[in-house]
């Protein structure tokens, strides 16, 4: 089991910045994968940004690319996603999954552990 607890929403003008968080806790040791998903009003949930435990290989939306960036704090246990240059379009909740399935990729699979989320509202 793997409890996942995320921070750092909030609102911000269109250009903005920030940056989430997301603390792991429990059996972390057995984390394969963790990505960033977000879910807007009336949208289905898409991914954001995966990366394999340890900081290895990230991998985003096209969206999103360019302009946030996943990263890991081993020592932490922690997930950031920092988001730059934010668009009103990006408004949405955020959530932090893990999952421990070995092997294959982090952006395409289904996603076992999530956290409560975080809401990021970007005005124009």
């Known amino acids: 089991q793997v409890h996942l607890v995320e921070s750092g929403g909030g609102s911000v003008q269109d250009g903005g910045s920030l940056r989430l968080s997301c603390a792991a806790s429990?059996?972390?040791?057995?984390?394969?994968?963790m990505g960033w998903f977000r879910q807007a009003p009336g949208k289905e949930r898409e991914a954001v940004a995966t990366i394999y435990n340890g900081g290895r290989w990230p991998n985003y939306a096209e969206s999103v690319k360019g302009r946030f960036t996943i990263s890991q704090d081993n020592a932490k246990n922690t997930v950031y996603l920092q988001l730059n240059s934010l668009k009103p379009d990006d408004t949405a909740m955020y959530y932090c999954?893990?999952?421990?399935?070995?092997?294959?990729?982090?952006?395409?699979?289904?996603?076992?552990?999530w956290g409560q989320g975080t809401q990021v509202t970007v005005s124009s």
């Open positions: 429990g059996s972390t040791a057995s984390i394969y994968c």
């Open positions: 999954a893990a999952d421990f399935k070995f092997g294959g990729s982090c952006y395409r699979r289904e996603y076992n552990y």
